[in-house]
């Protein structure tokens, strides 16, 4: 029997199953969907499959299904951010180099060493550079037999049409609360309460869920910021002008962490909405839902939506490089007042 390792993705991995027993797999694949959702472990359950020893592949126990999942078939290849560490979001500018393009098209045409069919995924591929990109292009114009790229990738609008064109796209959609906490539970071994906070976290990518599992550092790192957040609710301007300054100091040398933290804060005001419209079973963060039921006490529903949609217009001006203290000071003044409070405090005009 086949053994696909993903996690729900029924039907990209019906897709693939299909294409596998008519021999009719594309040369190329784009896997579309958020951070962690499982494109890295389907990418590399297809190379299984392409070089399973098996009948039925992939069979996840033949030295070649092995080989792959511990990153040591050498027909097998990832093409990357190349970077120390996990520090690539530290790095605005970081981008896969034509080089390691060009290294990846030498390996191409050189016939698979050890196994039947040679598989490049290119992780982050939304990251490759124009030239990189442009140099890709050659490779899916004219497809060699036994090569298969596997391009993952956040978005399809973040590459050239020129490249998602030549390309199968196949779609992961973030799991169902409900199904990531039952497939933490019963995968993983995850006590009940965890996996149901961890289900809600994740956002449905099962990837983060498993990381936050087995490293108590993330689940810390968001106890710690959402103290912070509530913090600088109640805070006064000037607090909350330095915690400004502070997330735009942090912005110049890791984006990606300022982006977390607005998310985070996109999740609470969510919360509060939910819990305002009586959906506190849908609520992310459901070990904070007392405060949470308590808070939305004090705002009325429009002064929420307000929020909500403040946040996201700072989330989307930074990623459009305005002035990350101007966007970042702005979205600390337009923090909702609560009633019998301060009141709410007009806007001033920063522009
Ligand atoms: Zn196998």
Redesign the pocket.
């Known amino acids: 029997m086949s053994v696909w390792q993903v996690v729900g993705q029924t039907r990209a991995v019906s897709l693939l199953q299909r294409s596998l027993e008519r021999g009719s797999l594309a040369h190329a694949y784009l896997l579309i969907g958020p951070a962690h959702v499982g494109k890295m472990a389907l990418a590399l359950n297809l190379a299984?499959a392409l070089n399973?020893?098996?009948s039925d592949?992939?069979?996840?126990?033949?030295a070649?299904?092995q080989k792959i999942a511990l990153g040591k078939h050498a027909d097998v290849q990832i093409i990357g951010l190349t970077s120390d560490g996990n520090s690539a979001e530290a790095k605005p500018r970081a981008e896969i180099s034509i080089d390691q393009i060009r290294q990846m098209q030498h390996s191409a045409s050189l016939p698979p060493f050890e196994g039947k069919h040679k598989v490049f995924i290119v992780d982050r591929a939304e990251q490759l550079s124009n030239e990189a990109a442009n140099c890709l292009l050659k490779s899916l114009e004219e497809p060699v037999g036994k090569v298969i790229f596997i391009l993952l990738a956040i978005s399809e609008s973040l590459l050239p049409a020129t490249v998602t064109s030549r390309c199968q796209q196949l779609k992961l959609p973030p799991l169902a609360a409900t199904e990531l906490e039952a497939a933490l539970n019963s995968g993983w071994g995850i006590e009940p309460q965890k996996a149901r906070l961890l289900a809600r976290l994740s956002h449905g990518c099962l990837g983060w869920a498993i990381s936050a599992a087995s490293d108590d550092g993330l689940l810390q790192q968001r106890t710690q910021q959402l103290d912070r957040l509530l913090d600088i609710i109640n805070a006064d301007y000037e607090e909350r002008f330095a915690y400004a300054a502070q997330l735009a100091a942090q912005f110049s040398q890791n984006r990606g962490w300022v982006q977390e933290i607005l998310d985070l804060w996109l999740d609470w005001w969510r919360d509060l909405l939910l819990v305002k419209v009586g959906c506190n079973d849908t609520i992310t963060n459901i070990d904070r839902s007392a405060i949470l039921i308590e808070m939305a006490r004090g705002y009325n529903l429009a002064q929420i939506k307000v929020f909500i949609n403040n946040i996201q217009a700072a989330g989307e001006q930074l990623r459009l490089n305005a002035n990350p203290q101007l966007v970042l000071e702005t979205f600390m003044l337009s923090i909702p007042g609560r009633r019998g409070e301060l009141g709410e405090i007009p806007l001033p005009n920063l522009r």
């Not at 592949?57 to 033949?62: D, I, K, S, T, Y």
């Open positions: 299984q399973c020893e098996a592949p992939p069979c996840g126990e033949c070649s299904c």
